[in-house]
């Protein structure tokens, strides 16, 4: 077995995998929570069930449209988006000028009816969604055995994060967002529909769950609580990058992959904590967050 | 027709925030090519007459009619594209922006708005630090990036917040020049000012207002025969 300094590099790389799928998928997750926390102040908990929803979307979509993974990655982002469109619109939108509180409890409430009725409808217990077959197969590398579908997980995660990134930070369209979130009453004054905006951007950052979720499908199984599972982590992960810090979100994200990946190896037990034990050194010595703007 | 032609038009404006009751009937109109202050102390409703214009108060009721537009009933954010630019007291220079993006911000209301070239020609200091944080500016070169913008979208109906305030002597003499410059090129500017120095030889009229109602309109010829009467109200 290979070795280094009593290390056994198989394993150490092997969870260096994980570590870097789970945080594909933490920074697709936490990205849409910044995206929507940043513009409007919402503390989105449905974030998880609509994670859900995009996996459950595809499974469904596949079983009675007989709609493959390909086309599922493309149609059942816009479908999710949509929910997140019209729960935007419907919902939170009459209560906007309440206090920050209550949209928080009312994504919870849609999260847990969302999980609810899925938990009814399709038992707890998960169904499985095969890998697409041509991303079936695998890579042999020096320490470690490299499957196709999680390679193209690690890419397209980047790619999608990236591509945000440098829309919200790069385009005109972006500019109108950022400014739009420090100041919506000029924003609107200079003739942008500011409402419609917020709208989009909560549907675009929902459907960047349903993406997370369609992707998601072919590894983890698909069941109702898959999402509230994730939820808090990427919660976690939001604070730790700086709320509303769209760059911070992508980055802690794979970055606290990697991090559990690598306590995983070295440490198991402490696993499932080691990202909040980061959440809270960093809450104590840098209370905005790594890559937030101080109050 | 007359040759002048009639931009703004007001008539029996109220403004409300909550519960408070700001303006208590306004009525004025400003003309094509004019320079016309609201000149009053603090708190006489002078801003929140601006902010009515763009419906960024909370309620407000009477007409307001913008280039034979009327406007009360309308969304705040199709009221720009009448032609109209707000410049806030408060400046808005957004800080998540650079100095380019946000003279670029505003979308252009109308189509012969000035070119980023000529607006850096009249603000070298804006081309020279183009790359900055927005609010990393001196307060003067925020102002003038704030008028900047708003230059480039074309508006040519200026709505101007005390723009003078808190300035350098210099940069004050500065926008005394644009704002001529301005109404050269026929824009139409309602001015809230404190400076009355600064405001009085560039103004054609001028609109005194007190505890939200205007209880005095001055042109520019009348300015020395009321001299006491202004000062009595400004408290100069």
């Not at chain 1, 493959?68 to 906007?96: C, T």
């Not at chain 2, 505003?106 to 189509?111: G, L, T, Y």
């Not at chain 2, 012969?112 to 183009?130: A, H, K, T």
Request: glycine share 12%; net charge negative; proline share 3%.
């Amino acid at each position: 077995m290979a070795t280094f300094l009593g290390i056994n590099l198989f394993g150490l790389f092997g969870q260096l995998l994980v570590g870097l799928i789970n945080g594909s998928f933490y920074a697709l997750l936490s990205l849409g929570l910044a995206i929507i926390f940043g513009l409007l102040k919402i503390i989105n908990f449905a974030q998880g069930a609509m994670y859900m929803l995009g996996a459950f979307a595809a499974w469904l979509a596949l079983q009675y449209l007989g709609l493959n993974y390909w086309a599922a990655l493309v149609v059942v982002p816009l479908a999710v988006g949509l929910v997140g469109v019209l729960m935007e619109r419907f919902l939170i939108r009459p209560i906007a000028n309440e206090d920050h509180l209550y949209s928080l409890l009312l994504t919870f409430g849609v999260a847990l009816m969302l999980q609810g009725v899925f938990t009814h409808m399709y038992g707890s217990s998960g169904l499985s969604y095969s890998i697409p077959e041509a991303l079936s197969g695998g890579t042999k590398l020096p320490f470690m055995y490299l499957p196709d579908y999680r390679a193209w997980i690690i890419c397209a995660s980047v790619v999608v994060c990236g591509l945000t990134w440098w829309m919200i930070e790069k385009t005109k369209l972006g500019a109108y967002l950022r400014a739009g979130t420090e100041n919506p009453q000029l924003m609107q004054a200079f003739g942008i529909n500011v409402p419609l905006i917020v709208t989009l951007t909560f549907g675009f950052g929902v459907g960047l769950a349903g993406l997370a979720g369609v992707m998601a499908a072919p590894i983890y199984s698909v069941s109702p609580d898959m999402g509230s599972n994730l939820l808090i982590v990427v919660f976690a992960i939001v604070v730790i990058g700086g709320m509303g810090s769209i760059g911070g979100a992508i980055l802690t994200g794979l970055a606290m992959g990697v991090i559990e990946g690598l306590t995983k190896y070295f440490y198991p037990e402490a696993s499932n904590t080691v990202i909040f034990l980061v959440m809270v050194i960093v809450l104590l010595l840098k209370p905005a967050g790594l890559f937030g703007k101080e109050a | 027709m007359s040759t002048h032609r009639e931009k703004l038009r007001i008539d029996d404006l109220h403004a409300f925030y909550g519960e408070s009751h700001i303006l208590h009937g306004i009525d004025m109109s400003v003309m094509q090519g004019e320079l016309v202050t609201l000149l009053g102390r603090n708190g006489a409703g002078r801003s929140t007459t601006l902010r009515a214009i763009m419906n960024m108060v909370g309620r407000r009721t009477g007409s307001i009619n913008i280039n034979g537009t009327e406007t009360i009933n309308m969304p705040a954010h199709k009221i720009a594209h009448l032609g109209l630019g707000y410049c806030p007291e408060e400046r808005g220079i957004f800080s998540s922006l650079n100095v380019e993006e946000n003279l670029l911000l505003p979308p252009a209301v109308r189509s012969d708005g000035m070119s980023v070239e000529e607006l850096y020609e009249i603000f070298p200091n804006l081309y020279e630090r183009r790359y900055s944080q927005g609010t990393r500016l001196s307060g003067g070169e925020q102002q003038m990036l704030a008028l900047a913008r708003i230059l480039r979208s074309g508006a040519n109906i200026l709505l101007l917040d005390e723009i003078t305030e808190g300035l350098a002597p210099v940069i004050v003499q500065k926008l005394g020049e644009v704002l001529v410059m301005l109404k050269e090129r026929g824009l139409t500017i309602l001015l809230v000012e404190q400076n009355f120095r600064f405001a009085a030889p560039i103004a054609d009229r001028h609109y005194v207002m007190e505890h939200g109602h205007i209880v005095e309109e001055v042109h520019a010829h009348e300015l020395e025969a009321k001299t006491e009467l202004l000062n009595t109200y400004l408290g100069v």
